[in-house]
């Protein structure tokens, strides 16, 4: 297997020291690196001044073969990275006209006046080969330098610290110039995506399968608001791609029988995505009737491009009023049980399908926290429901007292209970 | 003024570097620490192997008087931590009767059978100051240890990795003996939240103020999504705390002429809480009619406890039978204009305030992209407008071809037109 490939992550920001911003970036490129193969040995972050800057970079060629910096560009950073490293290099900087025109035709797509500030943009060290960042005004930059008395090659590349500018410079343009560049080892990913069942119990489920794994095969749990993702790696060199393939869907063959009820999805499938695919297949339209989650479930569903093939609408009823006025929910039933109600529920989500014209709708109400809570209702009582043509299911989730996490957590469960409707509903079509 | 505290805070963990967890305690660390009034120079996150923790203390010795280290304890780690430490300072392992009876009561109270491995737990090395984790198993440890020629004192803290272990401990132990230990200068930060104007253009503004700042007030630009936070930070010794408050009131009075129309709040505030003030404040319930936001702006509002104080609901239309069912949006309107037009997105605005009995409603109807643009309409063409008891408004944004951006984009500006709204709305209330 070829010899691993060292990197470092430097940030750059004082935001990021001081601990006023959350600093994504740096897992974020190096769970992608080590995708790749490539280890990342440091992680730096340092503050936007140039001698901290300098000595960060002296540190780090002197154990990384790749030195991935971010942050420090854009006028009101002044540039520091990019001065900066026209001092570490020892290099003046050079205006680039592909950047120039880049930045140019940005603003004047927003019909935005450009100024000084933002031509000085397109300047760059001189020995920068210039990435193209179709994403922002910060260019993208690679150099390769030799370090040391032994003349080691490494490569420095400088991104922007925008989180949406970075990864789609890292996606698009970097990762493919990485694997070029670098000589590394091949890693294959399979993903298992369960919903509705604990790490734990998951874990004991398939202990046997687990400990049975070859050495170069490993499995990571990743837990994330009431979905499980086990994602199984395998290493080997550029000539076992086909075997790895064909070992890891071995394995997938033989741990579903154990969890096949939990999975609902492969690699980069999502709950909205697979109930999408499965209202599509059927020729059916999809609707939701909010009232805890308050809208996230629909947002969650209209975050995928081209939903408008499968999703109508939802109506978030916040107000008991428009439970009333638009789901048709009987004040007798809101007077009788209240809204967080196996009653309140159905109802809504039968409302839904004829105030939506959909065919198949999810409901929720619940109380969400931290306050509204009451003894025989306490915060973390939500009420699901799904109405299909021919039946409305319900279901009582009892959870935590947090908000965000009792939102995201019914989204799951709830998404989940419609994708269950939907392979149970090859009888109807719209 | 006092001189500044210079502060490392060290990460040890493979899983870290490997980007396999979120490193939540660099972040949390450094944020005490700034409130303390000491300064966060580096972060470092290495792996759990000795020459590379001993590197890491050697590089941080010589920029920092306080080095705090994280993670590296407990017997899956094989205490790394607390051996290179010994490597490090030259000591031996001394085992600590305290921090033995600690760990012996801990698996007594769980009725666990206690092992050789666990017993070790309570080995120190021998210069180390023990700081009780009654959280958990693994010892905090506190070092004063000279270094260099000039043997400067420096600090170092050792901590578990565990979040609410060392969170537990930094609160309870570490944190009240760092403000005795070293004379730390107060640092207050004001906060300043602008939307709808992009970060160099706020920075041509502001540019003279900037520069008249006195180099005890920092100014850092904090871009994100449509806003741009501008954070003031003084820094002075313990008795300056007055001065310090009155001169950052000072500078943002001085500033607000030159950027009001785009401040819509300081601090903790987001536009979503600006806006359910105002709410509150005039009497009015708040509701949305969503198409290319997609029920992602009334999942906003619904993030906060409350928000049924003065959130009606919404009407995500996400199909044109929506627009029209629901919404009372003329079908001649959406066949002559079409859905993404002002004639459409006004009708969707005011239909909002009667469906849901709303006094004020913002609508949304655009190309959020990446397919469905066409040469005049194209991806990023968006139209929302804000209906209230006398007028309803309406603006045009030409938006990016990202989807995500274009819906939180969406989602700033919007909300930003009902925050205008509602200051111009001292004459109506319900």
Known sequence: ??????AEVITIGDEILFGQITDTNTQWISTELTNLGIRTVRKTSVGDGAPAILEALQEAHNRADLIIITGGLGPTKDDITKKTLCTYFGVGMVRNEVALEL?????????????DLNRTQADLPANA????NDWGTAPGMWFEHQVGNNGRSVVYVSLPGVPFEMKSLMKNRILPKLQERFETPIIKHKMIRTVGIGESFLAERIEAWEDALPPHI???YLPHFGQVRLRL??????????????????QVDKVMPLIGEYVFGFDTDELETVVGRLLVERGLMFGTAESCTGGYIAAQITKTPGSSAYFQGSIVSYANAVKVGQLGVDPATLAEHGAVSEQTVRQMAEGARRALGADITLATSGIAGPDGGTPDKPVGTIWIACATPDRTVTRLLRLGQYRDQNIQLTTAYGLNMVREQLLASSTYTS
Chains 1, 2 share one sequence.
């Open 1 to 6: 297997m070829t010899e691993m490939v060292r």
């Open 103 to 115: 930045v140019t035709s940005f603003f004047v797509k927003r019909g935005r006046e450009m100024t």
């Open 129 to 132: 080969e210039y990435i193209q």
């Open 218 to 220: 490993r499995l990571a």
């Open 233 to 250: 790696t395998a290493t080997g060199s550029a000539t076992d791609t086909a075997r790895l393939d064909r070992e890891l869907a071995e």
